[in-house]
């Protein structure tokens, strides 16, 4: 198990715990990221992002790469009605 920064360390960034690395272009990409995730767990998935990241270099490739591997954990796709065809 991996060693996590209190999030008193960590700055808010629309209502969201962030380490103070993340430049606004990164922030907003972070936000589209997490946008499609349910509302009770996007605080989780950004400090989840924000754990992985902790001790790196975040650019922005590796920053999308970290978002999209902690979005998986928590996309709960909506469920899907049977079409006309099915």
Request: aromatic share 8%; with cysteine.
């Amino acid at each position: 198990m991996t060693a996590t920064r209190p999030l008193s360390t960590y700055r808010s960034v629309r209502g969201f715990a962030m380490p103070p690395s993340f430049t606004d272009s990164q922030l907003d990409a972070l936000m589209r990221v997490a946008a499609p995730l349910h509302p009770r767990d996007r605080r989780a998935f950004m400090e989840d992002v924000a754990a992985a990241l902790n001790g790196h270099e975040v650019g922005d490739g590796n920053l999308h790469r970290v978002a999209i591997e902690c979005q998986r954990r928590y996309w709960d796709p909506p469920l899907t009605h049977p079409g006309k065809y099915d």
